[in-house]
């Protein structure tokens, strides 16, 4: 088999939904003819951990770490965060969201100097060991998977150094996206210049979402749009337990993933309370179950909620656990982030949701990419965060249908299994024996 290096800063034992697209294409590319080798990190400080990962990892698969120089522990210690705290999920403030001198200086910093973000740091050791494997392992090809972005700049290195072809893997924009900092004029041409570089640059770009394609093309219009293509995210069939879906005894909505900022369940919570004044449904009959990492204010909001006893705040779970749970539910919810690049954003977990084949309510643009996914599987129903009646709408609808016993889909079952890991995989293999 040919060999094929991947340069990844979220791998086992980082959990989130970071590490399952690269950590699907590593289990399914010897299929296809391509062993990989992966350079990662050996003390990461990840959002979220998961162990149960490492059993994901085939056996064949010769995994290199080496150390990163991590800012995250100053800024908790100047920020005064406790040194757990989850930095994604706690820095990314919903608009008008008033932060204090320490936080502002610590964004100033973070922008001014992290460039093209905060784990830098890696390529003073990552550069070498990527050219010491390609030559060790006779590596035929290199493939990146951002964020974070410093990932596209050791594979651009490696790429150059040993003269062999590229694929740059993006699961999110890079600049100007609604996780990047604001930077001031000399940083952020910078980093821009960074950004174009590395299109330029990597043979192919492949990206998880059609908007992260359209977003770089808008920014450079002079790059060559053949070489950008979309594999889109999916759900690993084999990664479901075996669980058979039986109503439960209280209406139960899941969430899973997690919620900051203008991720929020704000909207939702409105329609609840609306319907609950109204008499249409009995507090008492539902639970809303949310799994995973939330912003402070996020956990405001359900604290003050009416209906605050019937909600579940679960932890994050290992990813076996979180499958679990979503295919025991009357209905998943989905809230896409409320900003200017909602329209095109996927996340990846939305496939999962229509893998399992339980009914969705989405909350997000009506005429953005999840819509068009939604409609096209036939998985469920979506409406805007300001269309309250039309949330009111999707779950009373799913509530009455759980009280009638009729709690089902109409899910397009043929369409649902293009979207399975093993087929981007593919896509992904198809791409690198062409180039070699």
């Known amino acids: 088999m040919k060999k094929l290096l991947v340069v990844a800063y979220y791998f086992p034992p980082s959990g ?18 391509w062993q990989p080798i992966v350079l990662t990190v050996s ?47 706690n820095t990314i403030k919903k608009d008008g969201h008033k932060v204090g001198f320490k936080e502002s200086l610590a964004e100033f910093i973070r922008a001014t100097f992290f460039i093209p973000d905060a784990r830098i740091g890696w390529l003073l050791t990552a550069k070498s060991k990527a050219l010491e494997l390609i030559k060790l392992h006779d590596i035929s090809a290199v493939y990146s998977s951002s964020p974070p972005y410093t990932c596209s700049l050791i594979a651009d290195y490696a790429s150059k150094k040993a003269s062999i072809p590229w694929i740059a893997g993006f699961r999110d924009p890079w600049t100007g996206f609604i996780s990047s900092p604001k930077r001031w004029l000399i940083p952020s041409m910078i980093d821009r210049s960074m950004e174009k570089s590395v299109f330029n640059n990597a043979n192919y ?9 359209k977003d770089a093309l808008a920014k450079y219009p002079d ?10 995210n999916g759900f690993d069939s084999n990664d479901f337990p075996d669980v058979k879906y039986k109503a439960n005894d209280k209406f139960t909505l899941t969430y899973t993933g997690s919620m900051y900022g203008r991720r929020n369940p704000e909207s939702l919570f409105v329609a609840i309370e609306e319907l609950i004044e109204e008499g249409k449904i009995d507090k008492n009959e539902i639970v809303f179950r949310f799994v995973g990492r939330f912003g402070n204010e996020v956990n405001e909001m359900f604290e003050k909620a009416t209906f605050s006893a ?18 025991k539910s009357d209905a998943l919810l989905l809230v896409v982030d409320e900003s200017k690049e909602s329209k095109e954003i996927v996340p990846g977990k939305v496939y999962e949701y ?48 759980w009280k009638n016993g ?15 890991r093993r087929n981007a995989t593919k896509q992904l293999a198809e791409l690198l024996t062409r180039l070699v």
């Open 354 to 401: 229509i893998g399992v084949n339980r009914p969705l309510i989405a909350i997000g643009p009506e005429d953005g990419s999840v819509a068009e996914l939604i409609r096209e599987t036939g998985a469920g129903d979506i409406a805007h965060q300001s269309n309250i009646p039309k949330i009111k709408e999707m779950f009373l609808g799913a509530f009455n249908n």
């Open 406 to 420: 009729m709690n089902s889909t109409n899910s397009n079952l043929e369409l649902i299994t293009k979207y399975e």
């Open 310 to 327: 019937r909600i579940e705040i679960i932890g994050y779970v290992p990813h076996s656990e979180s499958i679990a749970m979503i295919m």
């Open 223 to 232: 790059l060559d749009a053949n070489k950008f293509l979309h594999v889109p």
């Open 43 to 89: 003390n990461g400080q990840f959002p979220a951990r998961d162990e149960s990962l490492f059993a994901q990892i085939p056996e064949s698969t010769i995994v290199e770490r080496t150390k990163i120089y991590e800012p995250y522990d100053i800024y908790r210690y100047f920020t005064g965060k406790t040194k757990d705290a989850a930095i994604d999920v």
């Open 16 to 33: 989130g939904p970071g590490v399952q697209r690269v950590l699907k294409h590593i289990k399914y590319l010897p299929e296809f003819g």
């Open 205 to 213: 770009v492949e990206c998880a979402w059609k908007g992260i394609i």
